[in-house]
């Protein structure tokens, strides 16, 4: 079992940045590929990014590609989404998810594949 807590959201006027970590519980943290997603409002969850259990592969949304960067510190359990040049579009809550598959050599973009899930932490990009 892994509890994910997200933290870093706020407001923040386009083209500055923030810094969102996700802080998981449990030693198999290490072991999970993990993944950023985001919802705004009357849309559905979507794909941010995702980094994998060693840290050396990672995926990004088109979207965000070039502006976001993911990275872990397996021995802190943390998981971070730095997040640069941010656009009114990025507005949304932003989640932190494991996939529970452990030492996984894939790192997977949709929902469906990850079992464990944050809270949410609100961005808001003013324009």
């Known amino acids: 079992q892994v509890q994910l807590v997200e933290s870093g959201g706020g407001l923040v006027t386009a083209g500055g940045s923030l810094l969102l970590s996700c802080a998981a519980s449990?030693?198999?943290?290490?072991?999970?590929?993990m993944g950023w997603f985001r919802q705004a409002p009357g849309k559905e969850r979507e794909f941010v990014a995702a980094?994998?259990?060693?840290?050396?592969?990672?995926k990004y949304a088109d979207s965000v590609k070039g502006r976001f960067t993911i990275s872990r510190d397996n021995a802190e359990n943390t998981v971070t989404l730095q997040m640069n040049s941010l656009k009114p579009e990025d507005t949304a809550v932003y989640y932190c998810a494991a996939d529970s598959r452990p030492w996984s050599m894939v790192v997977v973009t949709t929902l469906a594949e990850y079992d464990y899930w944050g809270q949410g932490t609100q961005v808001t990009v003013s324009s």
């Open positions: 449990g030693r198999t943290f290490r072991s999970y590929a």
């Open positions: 980094i994998s259990w060693s840290g050396g592969s990672t």
